[in-house]
């Protein structure tokens, strides 16, 4: 990495934690997380994942927003999508040039070949429709310049050693899949610097307990090969019951079916394994908001007329329990604070 760059991160850095520059990093953050279609649900009523995030568009010079788009929460912490790891290696990489890429291997064996399965539910979903051998000598090579230098590093990767493909697009597409996951490792390899601290979906799953010793178990090549297409099959039908899972939250009415939504996360937990934490965490923050909707609504209508001797201090508390949920409430808290601000003059020094 050059003097440019390092003097360019240094700047960054410097700025981002002045004391003004926090203090209106802070404000913003807030704006962020009263969000609805702006960020995803991981960062509705979340001001410091919404910080965090913030902090790190501004030493990418990138739009805070866009990059919120493309985060994720697996096992609680913070994940990048490959796209926009991808984007940044190359705009922020200190590299001369554009990035290139080689294709090798005979890619004709599997691009393009995959099958049509059927969920229980009827929804249809792809699965590859190649064997283990036809990987074989297929890769990528990543090649690209270092300022300072005159020689491009290079960095080749088979599609054999892709062991984690957590995405459909795996096989739609592995040719792009695999040029994702090359320029990561060429840049963890390379420039470590540029994306220090930020990881992609692959590298947040849960890592699976290794037995030493393991018993050898001998295994024709068929069962083998039924072995994995089963456990893709499994895979695909679970993304899909994931999906439609991830909809009933969302379409959740009362506090009754996030209770019984988040015993079926528990009843799933050992099967969902990365996505527990996920699923979870959405339960409960849709919880928290019908909730909080329940009890201000009951309080606005508990509320006696303005000549009660109780109106002011139930209005005071109305008000009160509003600004405790609003992280829970997202864009509502608004218009139930506009409700109050015009309710107000009727109930407070009246």
Not at 49 to 70: E, F, L
Not at 91 to 109: A, H, M, N, S, V
Not at 295 to 318: H, V
Not at 338 to 344: A, G, H, I, Q, S
Request: overall charge negative; proline content about 5%; hydrophobic content about 35%.
């Amino acid at each position: 990495m050059n003097e440019l760059t390092q003097q360019e991160n240094i700047n960054s850095n410097v700025a981002i934690f002045s004391p003004q520059s926090l203090a209106a990093i802070q404000t913003f953050s807030q704006v962020m997380a009263s969000g609805m279609a702006t960020v995803p649900e991981h960062l509705r009523g979340n001001p410091s994942d919404c910080m965090a995030i913030t902090m790190q568009a501004m030493q990418w010079q990138m739009n805070p927003y866009a990059v919120a788009q493309k985060t994720f929460v697996v096992n609680g912490v913070l994940g990048y999508e490959a796209q926009l790891v991808n984007a940044v290696i190359s705009t922020r990489g200190p590299l001369t040039g554009r990035i290139e890429y080689d294709w090798f291997g005979p890619w004709e064996k599997i691009i393009g070949k995959f099958e049509i399965r059927k969920s229980d539910k009827g929804k249809e979903y792809r699965v590859p429709g190649w064997k283990l051998a036809d990987e074989n000598g297929i890769g990528v090579r990543v090649q690209a310049t270092l300022r300072g230098e005159s020689k491009p590093r290079v960095l080749e990767l088979l599609l054999a050693q892709a062991r984690t493909r957590n995405s459909t697009l795996w096989t739609d597409d592995p040719r792009q899949q695999l040029a994702y996951l090359a320029l990561k490792r060429w840049a963890r390899l390379y420039c470590p610097e540029v994306i220090l601290g930020v990881y992609t979906r692959d590298e947040l799953d849960e890592p699976q307990e290794k037995i030493i010793n393991p018993v050898q178990e001998h295994k024709n090549t068929s069962a083998c090969r039924a072995e994995r297409e089963t456990t893709i099959i499994e895979q695909d039908a679970g993304e899909n019951w994931i999906d439609a899972f991830r909809e009933r939250i969302e379409q959740a009415q009362s506090t009754g079916e996030t209770t019984a939504l988040r015993q079926e996360v528990e009843d799933h937990k050992n099967t969902l394994g990365a996505l527990y934490t996920e699923l979870k965490g959405k339960v409960v923050q849709r919880h928290h908001r019908l909730n909080a909707i329940a009890r201000i609504e009951k309080m606005i209508n508990d509320l006696p007329s303005s000549g009660d001797p109780e109106a002011e201090q139930k209005f005071t508390a109305l008000e009160n329990t509003l600004n405790a949920a609003r992280p829970h409430l997202g864009e509502l808290y608004e218009a139930y604070k506009t409700t109050l601000t015009d309710m107000k003059p009727e109930y407070i020094g009246s």
